[in-house]
């Protein structure tokens, strides 16, 4: 095992890494130091690359070495499964990239623009912190138990190690992250196709265009991916050029400005018949597009960035840390975290780390790499995301990101709020935003994805195509955006059918049989309609669904990353390795303190804006004296809200609870394992060298 | 001097080859199709005799499985 703090490669090396720490330490203080002048971004690319290489290089191959034990002599499921199909050794820049291209999601790109409501700072801060305490440190581990028990899942490890009922609550959890998760993307995409002909037209036209590229790979050229996906990216380009013409010609414009709610009734739809279409006709043919699509869009923001090197204009810190924004409620802690969740760790991560990419590691000595690298990656693209936010005008952010129940819905009130905010911005600016990127108006556009394609529009046009093509690398990001948001919808109700029909089927078991079309269809629409019913109520939200959904959203998030934290704190007591066990401890403590926190907070908080309970009670109590509350419009409306609140109420209680009891559950593992001497840990047996769990690598 | 040149032109252009090949593999891995030619091999020195499938079958087979409901498979979100 190699040395761990480059004590063999001498002077040079160390020199190399002191100049590393000096890089990262300037750039830190010019970014968290400055006040009054723009910073540029350049600082804060600088310091996230010097503070992920020294994670790496210190933190990720000490946990892998001394508190993980990595045992590259040891087999890993690739090698004794190989079967050339699912359990394959892959070289590990290619599984890099496979495990990158799994985790990549709307996630990091939309949490942070949320974040910057408080200034870039906050944000930056936990983005980096985060991902190298938390986010980094739970995807590697949980790929090291998953390779070390043959790929198996999260689920299934819970269940292994910490019981059935354990399994079960983590079962329970698993399935309500995806209902919100599903909910909560669908709408992001409402809100950014919402009146905008352009968009809703080029994203329209994705659907047409995957079945040409289904039909073409599986009649005419059968199997040639690479091809298909080529010609695909040919159409989407021209639809998006089309969609200019399309938003300019009044006759066909009328047919795709759609309103909020319908829109939200065809992605329904759009998720119903997806998931229980073939998948090669539909599915299959988006999912190659939208992978290839964000992989090559975040490739090109980093260079962009590199080479533009933009102003950040938004404040390093703004009035709004003390909880007021009007972009999502509530204080600092915990709802910052919250926020921000999966560009510095997310649950959902962990459903990966056991998913594919266990079985196709080569060698266990790639694991830092593999799960550790691959979450610097994604903490990489919240941060490009927090630059792309920060390089708006603050005035156009805060019009952009405030629901139309708070600056109105003219651009003279918005400017006039806005204004009063402290952000001064005139009417004009706002408009001409609008106009440069081929809108009729980005006011109340919230959902975050408006926003950061208006910032990487800013970016990317500096340098391509300038003004000129301001509007088209704003169609084009929304365009990306949607599409793969679009594809986890559909790959998810999938998912989501798989476990409700697995639910169900313990009470009705010919239910859980997958090949019936009867049980997909019934399956697929219940999925639809649990994910359909929370869009549907965000959709009409009055206060414009992002500021009630997105905290439910990350509390979720944060509560599947506890969950995968308790267990791997959990094995590692049963490894005998409590020496080390801060390693995740730290992380656990610390996502547990602001899952419950922010879970009690959402049900209990006497503020309306934050509490669901109190905003309940504020609405009955208007509703008893028969007055309406804007923004709502009627008592009808009011009375909808009521349930919803108590609904979401519900939800975020669950959420808390399910956290406490996997800490629970996880305490009584502990104390289970210290009272036994030998290591308990239900490996997979290893014959050879080194085969005691928590061998001696150390 | 024109050896030199070839010479060079041919150890570029190895490379080059060689940077193709891995990016497909890689952008293919993204979407869940391995590498053939690795399955194929597999096949051969392991189960001699048995059917191997031919690419297009393979590739069916992969795209099957990766969107099969029952393995549960999560990818991108967040």
Known sequence: MSGLVGSANGLQTKLLWAAIAALGAVSFGIIALSRGEPVNAAWMVIAAVCIYFIAYRFYALFIANKV??????????????????????????????????????????????????????????????????????????????????????LGDMVRSE????????????????????????????????????????????????????????????????LEMSAIGFVLLMAALIYGQTVSQTPALAAYFNLSGPTLALVIIGYGFVASVLPVWLLLAPRDYLSTFMKIGVVTLLAIA????????????????????????????????????????????????????????????????????????MESFVAIMAMIAASVLHPGVYFAMNSAAGIIGTTAAQAAQTVSNMGFVVTPDQLTQVAHDVGEITVLSRTGGAPTLAVGMAQILSSLFGGQALTAIWYHFAILFEALFILTTVDAGTRVCRFMIQDLVGNAIPGFKETKSWANNLIGSGVACLLWGYFLYQGVIDPLGGIWTMWPLFGTSNQMLAAIALVLCTVVLFKMKRERYAWVTVIPATWLVACTVTAGLEKVFDSDPAVGFLAHASKLSTAIA?????????????????????????????????????????????????????KATAIEVEFAGAGAAVGGSSA | MPDILSIKFAEWKERGQAVKTWSVRAARSMIGVPDYETYVRHCQANHPGKPIMTYEEFFVERQEARYAVSKGRFRGCC
């Open chain 1, 68 to 153: 993980l034990g990595v045992d590259p002599a040891r087999a890993t499921p690739a090698v004794r499964h190989n079967d050339g199909l699912d359990y394959v050794p892959t070289n590990r820049y290619v599984l890099f990239g496979h495990h990158f291209a799994a985790i990549a999601g709307a996630g990091p790109l939309v949490g942070p623009v949320l974040a910057a409501q408080m200034g870039y700072l906050p944000g930056t801060l936990w983005i980096l912190a985060g991902v190298v305490i938390a986010g980094a440190v739970q995807d590697m581990t949980v790929l090291f138990l998953s390779t070390r028990r043959d790929g198996r899942s």
């Open chain 1, 305 to 376: 960035i590199i080479i533009v090197r933009p102003y950040l204009q938004m404040p390093a810190l703004t009035k709004f840390v003390d909880g007021t924004g009007p972009v999502w409620a509530g204080s600092l802690f915990p709802f910052l975290f919250i926020t921000i969740a999966c560009g510095s760790v997310s649950g959902w991560h962990a459903l990966i780390s056991s998913g594919t990419t266990p079985k196709m590691i080569e060698n266990e000595s790639q694991i830092p790499f593999i799960g550790y690298g691959g979450m610097l």
């Open chain 1, 162 to 225: 910490m019981g059935a009922v354990a399994g079960a609550i983590a079962g329970i959890g698993i399935l309500l992250i995806c209902i919100i998760i599903l909910a909560v993307l669908a709408l992001v995409v409402v809100q950014a196709l919402n009146g905008s002909p352009w968009g809703t037209f080029t994203v329209f036209c994705t659907v047409p265009i995957a079945l040409i590229m289904g039909c073409y790979g599986r009649f005419f050229r059968r199997g040639r991916v």
């Open chain 1, 625 to 677: 004296a028969g007055q309406v509350l804007a923004p709502a419009h009627s008592l009808g409306e009011m009375s909808r809200l009521v349930f919803n609140d108590y609904l979401d109420a519900a939800l975020a209680a669950l959420f808390a609870a399910v956290v406490i009891s996997m800490v629970v559950y996880g305490f009584l593992s502990i104390r289970k394992a210290l009272g036994t001497p």
